[in-house]
């Protein structure tokens, strides 16, 4: 359920063995050209993650989501981006703990936020975004309002109350500047090819030199690196400390915490992005379709999950009646095999089989004869050679979201299968 944080409350960030780190000694500047409100003035802030006491100004300490992950993709398939560059995920405000908050304020989960950074004059950084902030399905737009209202309204020093004379939405170009200018310090490609690791079709590496190379630029501070189909790298978290606000503040790199690694130890693949392609998403107000699946991958067989992926994140699971919900348990799904085809098959959940219904995804003992699909590329589900499927809107809290196959509903999403 979102929870709404108070500036007013108090917050004590989790304490245990203090991290070492290694400082951006500058804060980044408010980039020029753009309308900014007047944020809090901080006197002497601490280091979050690292105070001894409670903390109750939590406009020049962030709380308690200390730990701020500034996250990268490399997709290849589609190609998102230059094709000599990752790509921005986004800014996470984790807890100090390995934890994390999401949609911590409905009221300020906009979506608008091309004519937001528009009417704030920001559009250099709007354009820099469009290239480097760009989605593998869906429009650009649609992953700027998802990572906004799921992170950045979780960033305590972004609240309302923070700013002098605030004015709705005045923070949004503060999140985003910032989040780009911290991109910007993290040169992945240029630090890893800098190591001899450099995009191939057939070479691997192990992942000691993968980390060698990033954490060599960080202090000794390792990464988080993400691995799809089990070794191929696609993602990358730095850890930050902030003194201070994000705004104003300096960010310094920190340990991760959690999991060092989804990827194997060798064997990652660092595939390369095509030569010919171009940034796949651009700037819009309104939802598009999703670059369409075909079917190339491998049949689903046995019981898993069926993933929802949305603005280049998981966000949430088909639960056993078809639809979308993004809190709770995921149900189990069966895929069988079709005898019409060897790469075709049925799912059914403990609800029954599945099929689409008046256009929509449905699970029931009604459904009398299930529905035949097939799998494409990242074990993405596809239907009638369609691999996005459709929303009115991302569920939240208890709501769940009817999933369909036409394109009149707002919200594109993908749904990939997990193997259980």
Known sequence: MPSVRSLSGFALSALGSAQS??????????????????????????????????????????????ALLQTQFWDTNPVTGPTDSWTIHGLWPDNCDGTYDSNCDDTRAYTNITQILQAAGATDLLAYMTTYWASDSGTAESFWEHEWGKHGTCISTLEPSCYTDYQPTEEVPDFFNRTVNLFKSLPTYEWLSAA??????????TSAQIQSALSVNRGGHQVHLGCTSG????????????????????????DLVGS??????????????????????????????????????APFSGSGYLNVVTGGSQTGCIISGGKWYTSGTCATFTATATTSSGDNFTLASSKGACAVVSGALTCASTVTSGAEFTAGEGDALVYEGAGTFYADSIPSGSTQASVYTDDSHTTSLTIEWQTK
Do not use: M
């Open 21 to 66: 780190v290694f400082g951006l000694k500058s804060p980044f500047p408010r980039q020029v050209g753009f309308n900014v409100g007047a944020s809090a003035s901080c006197t002497n802030p601490q280091l979050s993650c690292h105070n001894t006491s409670v903390v109750e100004d939590l406009c020049c300490f962030n709380s308690p989501g200390g």
């Open 196 to 205: 001899g690791v450099v995009p191939s079709s057939s070479a691997t590496y």
């Open 231 to 254: 070794s191929t790298l696609d993602e990358v978290w730095y850890f930050f400390n902030v003194e201070g606000s994000v705004q104003t503040g300096t960010f310094e790199a920190s």
């Open 260 to 297: 060092a690694s989804t990827c194997p130890s060798t064997g990652i693949k660092y595939l390369p992005k095509s030569s010919s392609s171009t940034p796949t998403s651009t700037a819009t107000t309104t939802g598009t379709a999703a670059p369409t699946a075909t079917a190339t991958g």
